[in-house]
């Protein structure tokens, strides 16, 4: 009689054993310990991943069975400002309505948030304004917690989910916006020089100035970090030399206000002088004078769509492996207000 089959789904034990650790020290990695050492913890985190490890019993309840109360993570380096508060509306929004609790979890330097997850009855995290390591990731697929990335600052891996918006897109519209104006001379504020969606929205205005055949001169163009008072210096030095752009396009509305005060310490009037878009269209861009043009990111949106998208990817069991990961992407569209003109040169 031949015997049962027997199961090759890989445990705690596989891991270990990958890893050349004890079943405890793993688990303790699993479970998000903190007394292990940096070199250990990498070493079974990569374990689990390669050997394809998920905790057992870290499946949410399926569409049926008996309700609970479900527990998901936002993820996010702060929630400071309008724009990660629209974020967290559209999280809570989504989660009230799918009867879900949301825990805010400040990823702050030196802390390992991911461990953070791992030590409580995580079900899944969304992940915003943070960029998480490879061993995070994998460290919270293994313990079967989905993530799903909302704008992510560097490309993910092919597996995880996200949430984005139309970033390149945007960022053309601004330019053929000045370019349509008669503009023809340009200086950008970009975000941080790494960020994949600084990047794309600066990608953008550039595609639609090389269309014209028009220069975006290297001396005109900086890096403002997101900061309205570093894109405030950065401003200062594009718009206070003898020659200077009739137009700026800042890659977000916190440094396009920025732009506005060097350009008020300079003595140049918007938009008489000088045409300025932002980006994100927070409520800032309406209180500013005049009212600043911007491309509007539907924020809120963003935050609903990637919580509605976690709690589907609750139900499954795993994404198919080699599998593209889901990817929404929301559409920008110009708001044109007041602080664009059109521009004769004189």
């Known amino acids: 009689m031949p015997g049962r089959p027997t199961s090759t789904k890989p445990t705690l034990a596989t891991v270990a054993k990958a890893a050349g650790v004890s079943v405890p020290t793993a688990s303790k990695v699993l479970s998000g310990g903190t007394d292990v050492s940096a070199g250990t913890r990498d070493r079974v985190i990569r374990s689990a991943e390669r050997v394809g490890y998920r905790r057992p019993g870290s499946r949410p309840a399926r569409r049926g069975e008996a309700s609970r109360i479900r527990l ?35 990823a702050r330097p030196g802390r390992d948030w991911a461990a953070r997850l791992l030590r409580r009855p995580s079900e899944g995290a969304v992940v915003v304004l943070v960029d998480p390591t490879s ?22 891996p092919g597996s995880v989910p ?4 139309t970033n390149w897109q945007g960022g053309r519209d601004a330019a053929l916006h000045l370019l349509e104006r008669g503009h023809r001379r340009f200086g950008v504020i970009g975000g941080t020089r790494s960020h994949l969606y600084s990047r794309a929205r600066i990608d953008g205005f550039r ?15 900086g890096v403002g970090d997101w900061d309205r008072e570093t894109a405030r210096g950065v401003a200062r ?31 140049l009037r918007i938009p008489d002088d000088l045409s300025i878009v932002g980006f994100d269209d927070v409520p800032e861009a309406e209180w500013a004078r ?46 044109v207000r007041g602080s664009t003109g059109v521009w004769v040169e004189p």
């Open 72 to 106: 998901v993570d936002l993820v996010v380096s702060n929630i400071e400002g309008t724009w990660a508060n629209g974020i967290l509306s559209g999280v809570e929004y989504a989660a009230t309505a799918a009867e879900c609790d949301v825990v805010i979890t400040i």
């Open 162 to 165: 996200s949430v984005g918006v």
């Open 207 to 221: 595609s639609a100035l090389d269309e014209s055949g028009v220069e975006l001169p290297a001396a005109w163009t």
């Open 290 to 335: 005049p009212q600043l043009t911007t491309v509007h990111q539907p924020i809120h949106e963003m935050g609903a769509a990637a919580l509605r998208m976690l709690l589907r990817l609750q139900q499954e069991e795993r994404v198919p492996e080699g599998a593209p990961a889901p990817r929404i992407e929301l559409a920008t569209h110009l708001v």
């Open 237 to 267: 030095e594009i718009l206070g030399g003898r020659q200077r752009p009739s137009a700026l396009f800042a890659c977000s509305d916190f440094m396009a206000v920025g732009a506005y005060e060097a350009a008020a310490e300079l003595g």
């Open 135 to 156: 061993a995070q990731l994998a460290g919270l697929h293994a313990a079967g917690i989905p993530v799903v990335i909302i704008d992510p600052i560097s490309r993910p």
